[in-house]
């Protein structure tokens, strides 16, 4: 039986990162860039160019809070940050299923626009392809982007460097050391269960809207704060695959507090229905950031100003002697989170 | 009835124009980069760097001479080149179906591993989904590229100035005057009839292979000669499109000779059952070039000494006086070549 692709395989978890060092980087390895695709972090820097790309598969197109065109840009102009980029450029390709309404087009389109000039990017060059009926569901987008290096962080790491050494000048995975404080910017699971909730499949009806927003501005403060040293959205596998790449490529544990990570109660209702863990569902307006202790505080207040990390908590802390994510409780006991294998809602993003 | 997308939308000819004109420029316009998203040209250029997307959506995903691995590269490579850019790097993004064969994975990604080394670029940052089986055709890559200025551009134009004004540095659809030569590097049609006949669903079986080849090495050469003032890829749409965009936007006519344009006999007769133009049909390893007279020679015997430009031909010039693609036939007469409303072979690339 030749082996296959499964949902898996795309989800953002243990299996995704598998496929991901098994067939890709045994193919393109390449470690001369500034930030190199070996690094598999959220954007590669190459020629001092801040390079990402994503495509877009939701479904439905459109749900609470957002559709596939905000998806789109917030998606990219936030993995270009993530590294400490400053999103310049994006460019557009759609790809759509003959027959789809001019209008949904129209819509989707509109929803580009306005989350471009939230995040004030640009699409620059785009591509249109359009196949037949079931060739795709609706529409696939894509999006890639450029940036620069931000200009807040050369700052960011001379304030860094008062506390402790850092031999890199981006913000990568592999960057913690024990005791960097792990600050989360908002409330989790939002963004995957207002899509499931808009599928209608499992009779799950809630108020929850997703959280799909531009958090450019928002990385943009904290750096002139300075003190951070890795950064990264809680995408495609959440909040525990987060954890669990930057325990891996740091060489680092993580404790968390159960009771620190801000949950909506319809969040918290529909993972109950679902049997799912919020700390495994995908969002899409959400920064964790890891910080010296001695800035955590600072950056915590100042996320606290922004819009969009209004709700921002400091939830654990990197440490040594293990290599686990594992959660103090609520009830008071400690366990170790399990790595998510992938995404428990597909097709989110 | 609300209007709904047809095939034509994205078949690069009059209809996709209209689309993108509609709902892309009204939407995103924007002039304040060196080339703008508004130039429709074949890659945008922003603070000096180079950008370009391309889905690809091409069925089936292997055909004679290539497969969507090697289409993808050489698209984005070669859309690079067209403008006066050096491909530098590339984003890889993978939407597969569950249930794919994971060997059909490995041998698409060796194809774009051989055409990134052909090309000498590399793949620098990815993204993997995988939707529902029905959710997409087997697997949709879209290729997005960054490029430098190539270093040989301002050689090119200042041999261009020897000979006439010309108020850009980059090589675009709007450069064309008229006296300014036409040269073509190679066969046309290859590319649609190898695809098509690898769908089998017309009895049609040639022998025919695709043209898809990076053109980056052979840009590089004819730049070091200089004297150009436009290059573009023949893609979708084909010739005809392709001269049509300089006519439209360098205000001028353009006349070709039929007996100069390089087409197969296979091509030809495969054309002749299908009752489609060659001149329409959608290539991927070719360019064609606007070369001040002066220089046209030395171009083409430039060209004609590389691997990929081997057949290169002048194949007429840009006149004044009417605004039209006029071609002397090879009996003698003269006709208005149409101006396509879509590839007519659908979803070759």
């Given at each position: 039986m030749p082996k296959k692709i499964t949902i898996l395989h795309g989800a953002g978890g243990s299996e995704s990162q598998e496929l991901i060092k098994e067939v890709i980087l045994g193919r393109f390895s390449y470690k001369k860039f500034d930030v190199p695709l070996d690094a598999l972090d959220d954007a590669s820097v190459v020629n001092g160019i801040v390079f990402k790309t994503d495509s877009h598969a939701v479904y439905p197109l459109f749900f609470p809070g957002g559709d596939i065109g905000r998806l789109a840009v917030c998606g990219t102009v936030n993995d270009i940050s993530m590294v400490g980029g400053k999103p310049l450029a994006l460019s557009l390709a759609i790809v759509m299923e003959e027959g789809l309404d001019y209008s949904v087009l129209e819509k989707v389109l509109d929803s580009v626009k306005i989350a471009c000039d939230e995040a004030d990017v640009k699409i620059v060059t785009g591509d249109t392809k359009v196949v037949e009926?079931?060739?795709?569901?609706e529409m696939i987008l894509n999006t890639s982007g450029i940036g620069i290096r931000s200009p807040y962080l050369d700052h960011n790491f001379e304030i860094v460097e008062k506390f402790r050494n850092i031999n890199t000048r981006w913000l990568l995975d592999s960057n913690l050391q024990p005791g960097d404080k792990i600050i989360l910017s908002g409330y989790i699971g939002d963004h995957g269960i207002a899509v499931m909730s808009a599928r209608r499949q499992y009779g799950l009806s809630s108020d929850i809207v997703s959280d799909?927003?531009?958090l450019n501005h928002m990385v943009e403060k904290v750096l002139k704060v300075g003190g951070i040293v890795a950064m990264k959205d809680p995408?495609?596998?959440?909040l525990s695959n987060l954890l669990y790449e930057w325990c891996e490529k740091s060489g680092v544990g993580i404790e968390i507090e159960e009771s620190k990570i801000p949950l909506r109660e319809g969040v918290k209702a529909a993972c109950e229905i679902l049997g799912?863990?919020?700390?495994e569902i995908g969002n899409e307006g959400k920064a964790v950031l890891a910080v010296v202790p001695e800035m955590a505080e600072k950056v915590l207040s100042t996320l606290r100003e922004t819009k969009e990390g209004a709700y921002s908590q400091i939830i654990g802390e990197a440490v040594s002697g293990h290599d686990k994510v594992v959660m103090k409780t609520i009830v008071g006991g400690r366990r170790i989170v399990p790595r998510p294998r992938g995404d428990p809602i597909p097709r989110i993003c």
């Open positions: 009926h079931g060739g795709v569901k799909v927003q531009p995408t495609r596998g959440g799912i863990s919020p700390l």
